[in-house]
């Protein structure tokens, strides 16, 4: 590694620093969204985590997922399916942000999609789904987060810090790989390395909870690919950092 490749994440390592002092090990969780068929760049997104045997939460779009996408995912133990959605579908209004799970459609609709969703789910994968939801852009409408239990979801996983009205447990991502309003740009990895010493700080006063690395492999540009091999490159054999799956954080 260069040398201006350390400096990139000493403030994460000066924040970890206090971690140790804790008797703390900060725990990433990496989520990639809407997969749905195989492609050149999940390829390279499973050979990464395989090459750092990272596990890697995939939200998978259950209405428009391949057979050979299940029989892959079914083959690798680093990769564990979860929902995204039914069909990714935007039901937003036109001035309003884009919503599947709520915009201009009754919590009724919204629920019968969910059930719809944890079936697919629950026969590709059967035992191996995590029983997560990740709601596309995100976003799901308050009435709907209160019954997702009815559903057959028990984890909702969404974006951010903001606690939830859902009926379910939460495991959330906190640091996007990508700046989606600068033109979908992967962010360089200096800017990763702060967002994840923000992050860290925020989860040392919610009891070490643990960051979600937030990935789309479908939009990836180089940068986003050498933001996120350089953060996997520096985390590996750290003892104060543990990439954990889904599972092992929820306990499951
Ligand atoms: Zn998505």
Same mark, same amino acid.
């Given at each position: !590694? ?20 804790? +008797? ?20 390279? &997104?499973?050979?990464? /985590?395989?090459?750092?045997? =990272? ?9 428009? !997922? %391949? ?7 079914? #083959?690798?133990? &680093? ?5 995204? +959605? ?12 884009? *919503?599947?799970?709520? +915009? ?8 019968? @999609? ?6 697919? !789910? ?9 029983? !997560? ?18 559903? +057959?979801? @028990? ?12 009926? /379910? #447990?939460?495991?959330? %991502?906190?640091? #996007?790989? =990508? @700046? ?21 700080? /925020? ?7 643990? *960051?979600? =690395? &937030? %990935? ?9 690919? %050498?933001? &996120? ?11 104060? =950092? ?11």
């Amino acid at each position: !590694m260069t040398a201006s490749g350390d400096t990139h994440w000493r403030p994460v390592e000066a924040e970890l620093a206090l971690w140790s002092a804790a +008797g703390r090990t900060a725990r990433l969780w990496l989520r990639d969204d809407d997969a749905y068929e195989l492609t050149g760049a999940l390829d390279r &997104l499973v050979d990464m /985590v395989g090459e750092h045997a =990272i596990a890697a939460t995939l939200a998978i779009i259950p209405a428009l !997922m %391949t057979d050979a996408l299940v029989a892959q995912v079914r #083959d690798n133990p &680093l990769l564990f399916p979860a929902a995204h +959605g039914l069909w990714h579908r935007n039901h937003a209004g036109p001035a309003d942000k884009k *919503i599947e799970l709520g +915009g201009g459609r009754s919590v009724e609709a919204v629920l019968a @999609d969910l059930e719809e969703s944890r079936d697919l !789910m629950a026969q590709a994968f059967g035992a191996l789904a995590v029983n !997560m939801l990740v709601p596309p852009w995100n976003r799901i409408s308050n009435a709907a987060a209160e019954s997702v239990s009815a559903t +057959g979801f @028990d984890v909702l996983s969404t974006y951010g810090w903001k606690p939830s009205t859902a009926s /379910v #447990d939460h495991l959330n %991502t906190h640091v #996007d790989l =990508i @700046d989606w309003q600068s033109g979908r740009q992967g962010k360089p990895a200096t800017r990763i390395a702060s967002e994840i010493t923000e992050a860290l700080r /925020v989860a040392r006063d919610k009891d070490f909870a643990p *960051i979600g =690395i &937030l %990935t789309h492999h479908l939009a990836h540009d180089a940068a986003a690919w %050498t933001t &996120l091999k350089a953060l996997f490159n520096w985390s590996a054999g750290r003892d104060n =950092i543990a990439w954990c799956s889904a599972t092992d954080l929820l306990g499951r």
